[in-house]
């Protein structure tokens, strides 16, 4: 399945036992042998989940959290504009972000199962452990106390799989200290088409993925 530039698709993050845990939504710049890249523009929808009252348990153990009570709400993306390449088969994306005033600002490499596709976006189990990336050279570990937690829980991963996770993180870590693709400079001066506003989330961001009942016109916002 291949996605067109312009296309809005989601991005939806599942928790370990399958559930939602959140959607983001950007449209398509371009879907090829690189990858899956998708431009995510500060202020477009997203959904959060939230608690009873409210309140946003982003902040939580995902161990507490899927043990509460909680629910899918409206949020905002921000407040970065940011450009996620999603190579082929990896178990990476790769997050280029800017501030509107700012610029360029880093590197974010979120460490993540492989997407799976399906006709209104992609799919994503994400592995906790994130690295962060600098143009100045720094560099730091993201949410190491979480992946650390989760390790060995019987819904998330066990220690083999933590090193894989650990190792990937590791090898792009090397190539950002080599100043090697991705982290060349490529994609620093992207520049969306001018007519694409923040996106809204479409209607089809809950859509079970195996859902056969809808032809492509139903994914056109």
Known sequence: MIFERGQTIVRRHL????RVGSVLCGRVVSD????????IDAGSQAMRRVDTAGQPTRQL????????????????????????LMPPGA??????SWRT?????????NLERPITRWAGGVDVYDQELDLLVYPDGRWSWKDEDAFAEYTGEPAF???AEAAGVRAEGERLLALARA?????DGRWIDFQPDP???PTVMPHWWELPADATCWGPDYFRP
């Not at 153990?61 to 996620?84: A, G, K, N, V």
């Not at 178990?91 to 280029?96: D, E, G, T, V």
């Not at 700012?102 to 490499?109: C, E, K, L, M, R």
């Open 15 to 18: 928790y370990p036992d399958g």
């Open 32 to 39: 090829d042998e690189r990858g899956l890249a998708l431009w």
């Open 61 to 84: 153990s995902l161990l507490t959290e899927l043990r509460m009570t909680t629910m899918l709400t409206l949020s905002t993306w921000q407040p970065f504009r940011t450009l996620m």
């Open 91 to 96: 178990a990476h994306s790769i997050w280029w």
């Open 101 to 109: 005033e700012a610029g360029f600002t880093h590197w974010y490499v």
């Open 157 to 159: 991963w066990d220690e």
């Open 179 to 183: 100043g090697a693709a991705p982290f």
């Open 195 to 197: 007519e694409w506003r």
